[in-house]
């Protein structure tokens, strides 16, 4: 059974940056799409970021249009780790940051495609 463990989250400034990461267990990273997710409250949880597993290696790693050019999301496998880097952060960046994972996937943007996550690490944008 895999399991996800976020950490890194945390009050912040805008214009901040911070790193997330999710540490993978009980599988090998290698064979996960990984993605990242968020929720805020009162809203749904949405898509942020994603990875596709190793052996689609042309899949290129997608990203919400809200955090393109801001959020680069990374993999270790070495380290069984994903790390989501987050610079320049905005108020409406706020949110419960989730990691996910799905065997052997492409790395879709849909939550339900997703079998595995972690409890999120909160991450709160101060103005």
């Known amino acids: 059974q895999v399991q996800l463990v976020e950490s890194g989250g945390g009050l912040v400034q805008v214009g901040d940056s911070r790193r997330l990461s999710c540490l993978v267990s009980?599988?090998?990273?290698?064979?996960?799409?990984m993605g990242w997710f968020r929720q805020a409250p009162g809203k749904e949880r949405e898509f942020v970021a994603s990875?596709?597993?190793?052996?689609?290696?042309?899949?290129?790693?997608k990203y919400a249009d809200s955090v393109k050019g801001r959020f680069t999301m990374s993999r270790d496998n070495t380290k069984n780790t994903v790390y989501l880097q987050m610079v320049s952060l905005k108020p409406e960046d706020t949110a419960v940051y989730y990691c996910?994972?799905?065997?052997?996937?492409?790395?879709?943007?849909?939550?339900?495609?997703?079998?595995?996550w972690g409890q999120g690490t909160q991450v709160t944008v101060s103005s």
């Open positions: 996910a994972a799905d065997y052997y996937g492409t790395g879709q943007i849909s939550p339900d495609r997703y079998d595995f």
């Open positions: 009980g599988g090998t990273l290698s064979t996960l799409a």
């Open positions: 990875d596709a597993a190793t052996q689609w290696r042309d899949t290129r790693t």
